[in-house]
């Protein structure tokens, strides 16, 4: 079956560099990821999606690629801010159901 | 403003007690889940519906049921909860389309605590 990974070790970044959060999947490719945010005691909100035949998705400052031959999808933030801190996860989709991985939180230091 | 609710955002049950977590949504949105979010573990999905009165269980369904009598409202039921059933629980809905990539909008979730 399917599974999704991401990094649980936090990532600490300063204040306006790029923060890097990767997704790694271990089997079949999935048609789509998505990737969401999550802050404390709330629930996930969506951020993009990306298909499996797109290379690079942009919204604002955020950016997420995928790459099929590595099993991976990443997801920038540039100009990181503080009110960037929060956990970021990413989902595969395949159909109506999701998977989701762990998450990975980001904590950026002004 | 798009919404999904939950009854309780703490709740604190004795084990064997019938638990009851409610779930609304104002989207008129066909697709309901409920998921369970444990450190390390991520969110795994307990049942979800695609219509009234239709359910399929997800990846961890045991100990759980649901309830779907109105599009809106998606119950899960912890017919004789455990202490190991003690995590968030959050509650998800999503369009039904022909694109099988719709986001899910969550509810703030329900921290359930089983002593």
């Known amino acids: 079956s399917q599974k999704i990974e991401q990094n649980s070790e936090a990532l600490n970044i300063q204040e306006g560099k790029t923060a890097t959060l990767t997704c790694n999947y271990t089997?079949?490719?999935?048609?789509?990821l998505q990737w969401y945010r999550q802050d404390p005691g709330r629930g996930p909100v969506f951020l993009l999606l990306?298909?499996?035949?797109?290379k690079e998705k942009r919204k604002e400052r955020l950016k997420v690629t995928f790459d099929t031959t590595l099993k991976q999808s990443l997801f920038h933030i540039t100009a990181s801010q503080p009110a960037d801190s929060a956990t970021y996860l990413c989902?595969?989709?395949?159909?109506?159901?999701?998977?989701f991985g762990s998450g990975t939180k980001l904590n950026v230091k002004p | 403003d798009v919404k999904v609710t939950q009854s309780s955002r703490y709740l604190v049950k004795r084990t064997g007690e019938k638990v009851f977590l409610e779930c609304v949504q104002d989207?008129?949105?066909?697709?309901m889940f409920w998921y369970r979010q444990d450190p390390g573990l991520g969110l795994r999905l307990i049942y979800f519906?695609?219509?009234?009165?239709?359910?399929e269980k997800g990846d961890i369904p045991e100990g759980y049921s649901v309830s779907r009598e109105k599009k809106e409202r998606f119950s899960l039921i912890l017919e004789s909860a455990s202490t190991n059933q003690t995590s968030m629980y959050l509650c998800?809905?999503?369009?039904?389309?022909?694109?099988?990539?719709?986001?899910?909008?969550f509810g703030p979730g329900t921290r359930l605590t089983v002593l």
């Open positions: 998800a809905s999503s369009l039904r389309t022909s694109a099988p990539y719709n986001e899910q909008f």
């Open positions: 089997n079949y490719s999935p048609a789509y």
């Open positions: 989207m008129d949105h066909e697709n």
């Open positions: 989902a595969e989709v395949d159909f109506n159901k999701f998977y």
């Open positions: 990306i298909r499996e035949n797109e």
């Open positions: 519906s695609y219509d009234v009165k239709m359910k």
